[in-house]
């Protein structure tokens, strides 16, 4: 069972910035659509960018422009670039196959965000 371990979450002022990273026990992301999704309080869980097993990108339009995701392979991480954050980026993000849809990974315990001044 592929393990992911969401990390890097943390409290930040609106126009700031983070980046999370997501490990996998396993090499999946060579051969997997991967997303990061998120979670805010009293709302579903969304899908907010994914990357193919090449490298092509996508984004919500929510956070066009201002999220960029990538991966390193080698090291079984894909990564979560968030700058210009608002306060309605706040939530629990979470890693994971894309779309979202049957044959999911285990959900790990995700990384909480928190834009607030």
């Known amino acids: 069972q592929v393990q992911l371990v969401e990390s890097g979450g943390g409290l930040v002022q609106p126009g700031g910035s983070l980046r999370l990273s997501c490990a996998a026990s396993?090499?999946?992301?060579?051969?997997?659509?991967m997303g990061w999704y998120r979670q805010a309080p009293g709302k579903e869980r969304e899908l907010v960018a994914l990357?193919?097993?090449?490298?092509?990108?996508n984004y919500a339009m929510s956070v066009e422009g201002r999220f960029t995701i990538s991966k390193d392979n080698a090291r079984n991480t894909v990564y979560l670039q968030m700058n210009s954050l608002k306060l309605e980026d706040t939530a629990v993000y979470f890693c994971?196959?894309?779309?979202?849809?049957?044959?999911?990974?285990?959900w790990g315990k995700g990384t909480l965000v928190t834009v607030s001044s």
């Open positions: 994971n196959k894309a779309p979202y849809g049957p044959g999911m990974f285990l």
């Open positions: 396993e090499s999946i992301f060579s051969i997997n659509t």
């Open positions: 990357i193919t097993s090449v490298g092509d990108t």
